[in-house]
Protein backbone atom coordinates (compact mmCIF):
# COMPACT_ATOMS: atom_id res chain seq x y z
CA UNK A 1 0.00 0.00 0.00
CA UNK A 2 1.28 3.56 -1.08
CA UNK A 3 2.56 5.60 2.18
CA UNK A 4 0.20 8.42 3.57
CA UNK A 5 1.68 11.94 2.72
CA UNK A 6 1.06 15.60 3.35
CA UNK A 7 1.52 18.29 1.52
CA UNK A 8 2.92 21.51 2.22
CA UNK A 9 3.76 24.96 1.14
CA UNK A 10 6.05 26.39 2.97
CA UNK A 11 7.07 30.48 2.89
CA UNK A 12 11.03 31.08 2.56
CA UNK A 13 12.95 34.03 3.34
CA UNK A 14 16.63 33.72 2.75
CA UNK A 15 17.56 36.76 4.97
CA UNK A 16 15.33 39.63 6.63
CA UNK A 17 15.96 41.95 3.21
CA UNK A 18 15.43 38.77 0.72
CA UNK A 19 12.45 38.32 -1.53
CA UNK A 20 9.73 36.01 -0.09
CA UNK A 21 9.17 32.79 -2.26
CA UNK A 22 7.03 29.49 -1.56
CA UNK A 23 8.32 26.33 -1.88
CA UNK A 24 6.54 22.76 -2.25
CA UNK A 25 7.37 20.05 0.42
CA UNK A 26 5.69 16.23 0.55
CA UNK A 27 6.11 14.53 3.99
CA UNK A 28 5.01 11.09 4.83
CA UNK A 29 1.93 11.07 7.69
CA UNK A 30 3.03 9.72 10.71
CA UNK A 31 0.22 9.09 13.26
CA UNK A 32 -0.73 12.50 15.88
CA UNK A 33 1.36 14.70 13.43
CA UNK A 34 1.75 18.33 14.00
CA UNK A 35 3.30 20.67 12.29
CA UNK A 36 6.24 21.70 14.08
CA UNK A 37 7.42 17.89 13.38
CA UNK A 38 6.85 17.88 10.21
CA UNK A 39 8.90 21.11 9.51
CA UNK A 40 11.33 18.79 11.39
CA UNK A 41 11.40 16.29 8.74
CA UNK A 42 11.77 19.12 5.79
CA UNK A 43 14.46 20.46 7.82
CA UNK A 44 15.92 16.81 8.06
CA UNK A 45 15.60 15.74 4.64
CA UNK A 46 15.40 19.81 2.76
CA UNK A 47 14.32 18.01 -0.66
CA UNK A 48 11.08 20.17 -2.12
CA UNK A 49 8.16 17.77 -4.27
CA UNK A 50 10.43 18.92 -8.02
CA UNK A 51 13.36 16.64 -6.34
CA UNK A 52 15.44 19.21 -5.73
CA UNK A 53 17.96 19.88 -2.43
CA UNK A 54 17.28 22.93 -0.66
CA UNK A 55 18.01 24.36 2.73
CA UNK A 56 16.74 23.48 5.65
CA UNK A 57 13.78 25.45 7.25
CA UNK A 58 14.69 28.16 9.65
CA UNK A 59 12.07 27.88 12.70
CA UNK A 60 11.65 28.34 16.35
CA UNK A 61 10.35 25.76 18.36
CA UNK A 62 11.26 24.52 22.08
CA UNK A 63 8.61 22.77 24.20
CA UNK A 64 6.69 21.20 21.34
CA UNK A 65 4.14 21.03 24.32
CA UNK A 66 2.68 24.78 24.03
CA UNK A 67 4.39 26.20 26.62
CA UNK A 68 7.65 28.46 25.52
CA UNK A 69 5.88 30.27 22.56
CA UNK A 70 8.50 30.57 20.20
CA UNK A 71 6.23 28.35 17.58
CA UNK A 72 3.87 30.91 16.81
CA UNK A 73 3.11 30.79 12.70
CA UNK A 74 0.33 31.84 10.16
CA UNK A 75 -1.07 27.93 8.98
CA UNK A 76 -3.32 28.12 6.54
CA UNK A 77 -4.24 31.58 7.10
CA UNK A 78 -4.66 31.50 10.81
CA UNK A 79 -2.01 32.46 13.58
CA UNK A 80 -1.43 29.65 16.06
CA UNK A 81 1.01 27.11 17.72
CA UNK A 82 2.76 24.92 15.32
CA UNK A 83 3.39 22.50 17.92
CA UNK A 84 -0.13 22.12 18.84
CA UNK A 85 -1.44 22.27 15.59
CA UNK A 86 -2.66 18.46 13.97
CA UNK A 87 -1.78 18.06 10.52
CA UNK A 88 -5.50 15.60 10.68
CA UNK A 89 -7.58 18.61 11.55
CA UNK A 90 -6.17 20.61 8.54
CA UNK A 91 -7.20 21.36 4.82
CA UNK A 92 -4.27 20.13 2.13
CA UNK A 93 -2.16 21.64 1.15
CA UNK A 94 -1.08 23.51 4.49
CA UNK A 95 0.31 26.82 3.38
CA UNK A 96 2.77 27.73 6.69
CA UNK A 97 4.23 31.30 6.69
CA UNK A 98 5.93 32.94 9.44
CA UNK A 99 3.84 35.72 11.31
CA UNK A 100 3.71 38.88 9.36
CA UNK A 101 3.49 41.60 11.68
CA UNK A 102 7.28 40.81 12.93
CA UNK A 103 10.33 40.95 11.14
CA UNK A 104 11.55 38.10 9.09
CA UNK A 105 14.72 36.54 10.51
CA UNK A 106 14.47 33.55 8.38
CA UNK A 107 11.48 31.40 6.90
CA UNK A 108 9.76 31.13 9.73
CA UNK A 109 11.47 32.59 12.59
CA UNK A 110 10.96 36.09 13.31
CA UNK A 111 12.34 38.87 15.89
CA UNK A 112 9.35 38.75 18.38
CA UNK A 113 11.63 41.36 20.54
CA UNK A 114 8.70 43.78 20.75
CA UNK A 115 6.70 42.43 23.16
CA UNK A 116 9.88 41.64 25.15
CA UNK A 117 10.07 45.55 24.95
CA UNK A 118 6.77 46.07 25.67
CA UNK A 119 6.86 43.99 28.64
CA UNK A 120 10.42 46.15 30.19
CA UNK A 121 8.32 49.26 29.70
CA UNK A 122 5.28 49.02 31.93
CA UNK A 123 7.74 46.74 34.20
CA UNK A 124 5.95 43.58 34.26
CA UNK A 125 7.56 41.75 37.20
CA UNK A 126 7.71 41.87 40.70
CA UNK A 127 10.25 43.93 42.09
CA UNK A 128 12.29 41.98 44.64
CA UNK A 129 15.76 43.51 46.32
CA UNK A 130 17.56 39.90 46.00
CA UNK A 131 20.33 40.76 48.70
CA UNK A 132 18.99 39.98 51.63
CA UNK A 133 16.50 36.63 52.40
CA UNK A 134 13.30 38.39 52.44
CA UNK A 135 11.24 35.88 54.32
CA UNK A 136 7.75 34.36 52.73
CA UNK A 137 5.87 36.63 50.53
CA UNK A 138 2.77 38.36 51.10
CA UNK A 139 -0.47 36.09 51.43
CA UNK A 140 -2.27 35.56 48.09
CA UNK A 141 -5.95 34.65 48.62
CA UNK A 142 -7.47 31.99 46.55
CA UNK A 143 -10.27 34.30 45.02
CA UNK A 144 -6.82 36.75 43.56
CA UNK A 145 -4.96 33.30 42.68
CA UNK A 146 -8.32 32.68 40.82
CA UNK A 147 -8.25 35.92 38.86
CA UNK A 148 -3.68 35.67 38.43
CA UNK A 149 -3.72 32.20 37.74
CA UNK A 150 -5.11 32.34 33.63
CA UNK A 151 -3.25 35.76 33.07
CA UNK A 152 -0.07 34.22 33.89
CA UNK A 153 -0.56 31.55 31.94
CA UNK A 154 0.52 33.89 28.84
CA UNK A 155 3.59 32.36 26.68
CA UNK A 156 4.43 35.48 25.21
CA UNK A 157 3.55 33.96 21.46
CA UNK A 158 2.14 37.23 20.05
CA UNK A 159 -0.41 35.59 17.97
CA UNK A 160 -2.80 37.97 19.75
CA UNK A 161 -0.75 41.05 18.43
CA UNK A 162 -0.94 39.12 14.87
CA UNK A 163 -4.37 39.31 14.40
CA UNK A 164 -5.00 42.72 16.34
CA UNK A 165 -5.94 45.16 14.03
CA UNK A 166 -4.67 48.34 16.05
CA UNK A 167 -1.15 46.54 16.60
CA UNK A 168 0.56 48.13 13.96
CA UNK A 169 3.67 50.83 13.16
CA UNK A 170 0.96 53.59 12.94
CA UNK A 171 -0.43 53.10 16.26
CA UNK A 172 2.63 52.02 18.34
CA UNK A 173 -0.34 50.07 20.13
CA UNK A 174 1.35 47.17 22.62
CA UNK A 175 -1.31 45.23 22.19
CA UNK A 176 -3.42 42.61 24.38
CA UNK A 177 -0.58 40.47 25.81
CA UNK A 178 1.33 43.31 27.41
CA UNK A 179 -2.18 44.94 28.74
CA UNK A 180 -2.76 41.30 30.16
CA UNK A 181 0.66 41.08 32.47
CA UNK A 182 -0.18 44.73 33.19
CA UNK A 183 -2.84 43.74 34.96
CA UNK A 184 -1.22 40.76 36.49
CA UNK A 185 1.44 42.37 38.23
CA UNK A 186 -0.80 45.12 39.66
CA UNK A 187 -3.40 42.16 41.34
CA UNK A 188 -0.18 40.89 43.44
CA UNK A 189 0.69 42.15 46.71
CA UNK A 190 4.09 42.99 46.00
CA UNK A 191 3.35 43.84 42.37
CA UNK A 192 1.49 46.68 42.72
CA UNK A 193 4.20 49.11 44.25
CA UNK A 194 4.63 49.43 40.74
CA UNK A 195 0.96 49.51 39.94
CA UNK A 196 0.84 53.52 39.55
CA UNK A 197 4.28 53.79 36.92
CA UNK A 198 2.69 50.49 34.73
CA UNK A 199 -0.46 52.45 34.39
CA UNK A 200 1.29 55.61 33.33
CA UNK A 201 3.01 53.83 31.19
CA UNK A 202 -0.48 52.84 28.79
CA UNK A 203 -1.90 55.81 28.98
CA UNK A 204 -1.14 57.79 25.59
CA UNK A 205 -0.24 56.94 22.18
CA UNK A 206 0.49 53.48 21.82
CA UNK A 207 -1.20 52.75 25.34
CA UNK A 208 -4.83 50.68 26.22
CA UNK A 209 -6.63 53.74 24.33
CA UNK A 210 -5.44 52.25 20.97
CA UNK A 211 -7.79 49.06 21.61
CA UNK A 212 -10.88 48.96 19.47
CA UNK A 213 -12.10 46.19 21.12
CA UNK A 214 -12.85 43.93 17.96
CA UNK A 215 -11.65 41.14 20.36
CA UNK A 216 -9.78 39.30 17.89
CA UNK A 217 -7.35 38.49 20.30
CA UNK A 218 -9.07 36.57 22.51
CA UNK A 219 -9.86 34.22 19.40
CA UNK A 220 -6.59 33.80 18.81
CA UNK A 221 -4.98 33.31 22.27
CA UNK A 222 -4.04 29.63 22.67
CA UNK A 223 -4.24 29.79 26.07
CA UNK A 224 -7.39 31.22 26.99
CA UNK A 225 -6.30 34.34 28.44
CA UNK A 226 -9.21 36.98 29.20
CA UNK A 227 -7.89 39.26 27.13
CA UNK A 228 -11.02 41.72 27.25
CA UNK A 229 -11.98 41.57 30.33
CA UNK A 230 -8.02 42.65 30.88
CA UNK A 231 -8.40 45.73 28.55
CA UNK A 232 -11.25 46.47 30.27
CA UNK A 233 -10.19 46.65 33.88
CA UNK A 234 -6.74 48.58 32.64
CA UNK A 235 -8.85 50.69 30.19
CA UNK A 236 -10.32 51.46 33.42
CA UNK A 237 -7.74 51.81 35.98
CA UNK A 238 -5.35 53.95 33.27
CA UNK A 239 -8.12 56.21 33.44
CA UNK A 240 -8.25 56.18 36.83
CA UNK A 241 -4.39 57.07 37.09
CA UNK A 242 -4.73 59.93 34.40
CA UNK A 243 -7.38 61.68 36.19
CA UNK A 244 -5.76 61.33 39.73
CA UNK A 245 -2.66 62.93 38.05
CA UNK A 246 -4.70 65.36 36.61
CA UNK A 247 -5.71 66.63 40.46
CA UNK A 248 -2.62 66.13 42.01
CA UNK A 249 -1.06 68.64 39.55
S1 LIG B 1 -9.73 43.79 21.43
FE1 LIG B 1 -9.18 44.02 19.26
S2 LIG B 1 -8.09 45.97 19.12
FE2 LIG B 1 -8.12 45.35 21.28
S3 LIG B 1 -6.23 44.22 21.60
FE3 LIG B 1 -7.81 42.71 21.08
S4 LIG B 1 -7.68 42.45 18.85
FE4 LIG B 1 -6.57 44.34 19.38
S1 LIG C 1 -1.99 36.71 25.57
FE1 LIG C 1 -2.28 34.72 24.57
S2 LIG C 1 -1.94 35.13 22.38
FE2 LIG C 1 -1.10 36.86 23.51
S3 LIG C 1 1.07 36.41 23.79
FE3 LIG C 1 -0.02 35.65 25.62
S4 LIG C 1 -0.51 33.52 25.18
FE4 LIG C 1 0.03 34.46 23.23
S1 LIG D 1 7.37 24.65 20.67
FE1 LIG D 1 6.94 25.67 22.56
S2 LIG D 1 4.96 26.48 22.22
FE2 LIG D 1 5.33 25.33 20.43
Known amino acids: MAEKTIQFEVKRQSSPDADAVWEKFEVTWKPGMNVISAMMEIA ?7 GQETTPIAYDSNCLEEICGSCAMVINGK ?4 CSTLVDKLEQPIRVQPLTKFPVVRDLAVDRSVLFENL ?5 WVPVDGTYDLGSGPRVFPQQQEVAYPLSNCISCCCCMEVCPQFNDATGFVGAATIAQVKLF ?7 VLKEER ?3 LAGDGGVQECGFAQNCIQACPKQL ?3 EAISDITRDVTLQVARDFLRA
Open 44 to 50: ANPVNTN
Open 226 to 228: PLT
Open 199 to 201: LRA
Open 120 to 124: KAVKA
Open 79 to 82: ARMA
Open 186 to 192: NAHPSGK
